[in-house]
C-alpha cells in the first residue's frame, strides 16, 4: 500500500513573503493593477470619517452620506464634509502614495484604483489617468444638478460659510470617546446661500464623492473594465483594504481571471480579514505592516531609491 509523504510546509502552498521573491515577478511584469484603501493614508495620520461610535456632532456620519440627506439639509451635510476636507488637508501624503505615484510614471500600464476621497493620492501629483478614484473626492466639486464638475479644489474652506472650528470637533471627538453625552446644535444654513453652480446656475453645488445609494462613477468604471479587457494582467496589488465592499472587491478576481498574481499589503495577516484577497495561494505573496514602508521596498525595482519631496504643492 502506499504511504503518502510528509506534509509539506506551509510556505510550499501559502502566498510568499519573500521580497526577492517578489521583486522577480514585478521585474517580469508588464500590466500591473492595485487597490488601494484606507490603509495606504494610515501613516499620514488619517483617520476613517466614522470617527468615535460613527458620530459627528450627534449625527450618524453614515446617514449623513447619502443624496436624501443633501436635499433634506445641504448646509449640515455640506459642514460635515467641509470638516472632513479640512483634516484631510492636515496630513500630508506619506512614501506610500509616492511609491505608486513613481511606479506609473515610469509603467504606463499601472492603474491604481483607490477607494479613498481624501486627496493624498492628488496632492502626491499621480497621474490622473492612471489613477481611477472609485468613490469619488472630497476634493471634486460636483452640481447636484447637472455634469458640471470641478477637479482638485483644495481651498479650506470651500466656502466662507463652511468655515471650520477644529477645536470644536476635537472636543466633540473626545467627549464621544469617554462616553460623555454631548448636545450640539449646528446653525443651520440656508440652501440659497450655499454655492450654486455656475453651469446651470440653479443646481446647488455637492462634494464629488460617491455616496451610498449612488453607482460608482460610469466613466471610471469603463476606464478600469477596458483595461481589465485589453490583455493579460500580470500582478494584482491590494493595499490597506479589506477588499470586501463591491464592486470595487470584485476587481480582484477579475484580475485573477485574467492571470494576475495576488500581493496583499495589508496590517493584518491572513488571521485578519482581506475579503476577496484572503483566497492566497502559492505563488501569491503577502507583506504584513505598514503600506507606507513596505510599498517602496517592494517596488523597489521599479522605482530605485524612493525620494520624497520635500514640499508639497497642492
Not at 45 to 58: D, H, K, P, Q
Not at 98 to 104: I, Q, R
Not at 110 to 130: C, E, I, W, Y
Amino acid at each position: 500500500m502506499a504511504t503518502s509523504g510528509p506534509t509539506p510546509p506551509k510556505s510550499s502552498y501559502g502566498p510568499s513573503t519573500d521580497i526577492q521573491e517578489f521583486h522577480d515577478v514585478l521585474k517580469s511584469s508588464k500590466r500591473i493593477m492595485a487597490l488601494c484603501g484606507a490603509g495606504l493614508s494610515a501613516a499620514s495620520g488619517l483617520g476613517t470619517f466614522r470617527g468615535a461610535g460613527g458620530m459627528w456632532r450627534n449625527h450618524k456620519a453614515t446617514a449623513l452620506a447619502t443624496p436624501e440627506a443633501f436635499e433634506r439639509d445641504p448646509g449640515l451635510v455640506w459642514l460635515f464634509y467641509s470638516y472632513r476636507r479640512h483634516m484631510a488637508l492636515q496630513a500630508k501624503p506619506n512614501a506610500g502614495h509616492y511609491a505608486l505615484v513613481e511606479a506609473s510614471k515610469r509603467m504606463r500600464s499601472f492603474l491604481t484604483m483607490s477607494q479613498n476621497v481624501d486627496g493624498l493620492s492628488q496632492r502626491a501629483k499621480h497621474p490622473r489617468d492612471q489613477l481611477k478614484l472609485l468613490h469619488g473626492s472630497l476634493f471634486d466639486i460636483k452640481c447636484f444638478s447637472c455634469d458640471y464638475i470641478e477637479l482638485n479644489n483644495f481651498d479650506d474652506p470651500f466656502h466662507p460659510l463652511l468655515a471650520i472650528d477644529s477645536d470644536e470637533d476635537a472636543r466633540l471627538a473626545a467627549a464621544a470617546n469617554n462616553g460623555e453625552s454631548t448636545k450640539v446644535k449646528t446653525k443651520p444654513i440656508l440652501p440659497k446661500n450655499l454655492p450654486h453652480c455656475p453651469s446651470c446656475k440653479t443646481g446647488l453645488l455637492r462634494p464629488g464623492v460617491v455616496w451610498f445609494g449612488e453607482p460608482l462613477p460610469e466613466d471610471t468604471v469603463a476606464e478600469i473594465d477596458s483595461f481589465i479587457d485589453e490583455d493579460k494582467v500580470d500582478l494584482m496589488l491590494v493595499i490597506g483594504t479589506t477588499a470586501t465592499v463591491y464592486p470595487a472587491a470584485g476587481y480582484v478576481d477579475e484580475a485573477r481571471k485574467k492571470g494576475a498574481r495576488v500581493a496583499v499589503v495589508n496590517m493584518d495577516g491572513l488571521d485578519g480579514e482581506l475579503g476577496a484577497a484572503s483566497n492566497l495561494k502559492r505563488g501569491d505573496f503577502l507583506f504584513q505592516g505598514d503600506a507606507a514602508k513596505i510599498l517602496p521596498e517592494i517596488l523597489k525595482p521599479l522605482i530605485g531609491e524612493l525620494k520624497i519631496p520635500e514640499t508639497e504643492g497642492v
